[in-house]
């Protein structure tokens, strides 16, 4: 399976949302409808919106048409909202209605590699995503020092994030993402969240990202 929605991400010049890569009622009941379509019409839009609200006043600084004083604000806005926009695109991507095939080929053993089996993952990631505090991610990634898995939980969309961290996994746990359907109950998300991962698309992000992995 190509994984493209990323290449739907940017547009003519200005970041754009992608549309979902499936009917917004295809994950029910895991994921219902409206949550799904308040997630991506209205919260997935705004950061793209406040991604290119930010860009262009850095181009606007550029070009001596804005006050350089705009430029700190500007750059955490971008940091916040373009990670935002990336995380969401790749969130509506690594997500299908099940049944899923389990993790196989080198994805595998990596996995093995790191975790010592599917099931030592899910710990790790469940655990570090169940306790992210307020709003954030947990993220299943290629780090680029040991090219080896790594699990992280970031804050908003960009705080405790490695560098150069290559995501394979998104798992979103702002209340927006369940909060209509699971109320508080971030775990029984989280559960919703494992039947509904697209390991094909893990798969081929591992491959794109890692040739070679040893
Ligand atoms: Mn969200």
Not at 46 to 58: E, H, K, Q, R
């Amino acid at each position: 399976m190509e994984t493209q929605l990323l290449t739907h991400a940017y547009q003519a010049g200005k970041y754009a949302l992608p549309p979902l890569p499936y009917p917004a009622d295809a994950l029910a009941p895991y994921l219902d409808e409206a949550t799904v379509l308040l997630h991506h019409d209205k919260h997935h839009a705004a950061y793209v919106a406040g991604a290119n609200d930010a860009a262009d006043t850095l181009r606007r600084i550029a070009q001596g048409d804005a006050s350089p004083s705009l430029a700190p604000a500007a750059t955490l806005n971008l940091a916040f909202n373009l990670s935002g926009h990336i995380l969401h695109t790749l969130y509506w991507e690594n997500l299908a209605p099940p049944p899923q095939d389990a993790p196989c080929g080198e994805l595998a053993d990596a996995m093995a590699a790191t975790f010592d089996s599917l099931d030592g993952f899910q710990r790790v990631f469940r655990a570090a995503t169940l306790a992210v505090q307020g709003s954030g991610w947990g993220i299943l990634g290629v780090e680029p020092a040991s090219r080896r898995l790594v699990v992280c939980a970031v804050q908003k969309h960009q705080d405790a994030l490695i560098p150069g961290l290559k995501p394979l996994l998104v798992c979103d746990v702002w209340e927006h993402a369940y909060y209509l359907h699971y109320r508080n109950n971030r775990s029984s998300y989280l559960d919703a969240f494992f039947a509904l991962i697209n390991w094909e698309v893990v798969a081929s992000r591992f491959r794109a990202h890692c040739h070679g992995y040893a």
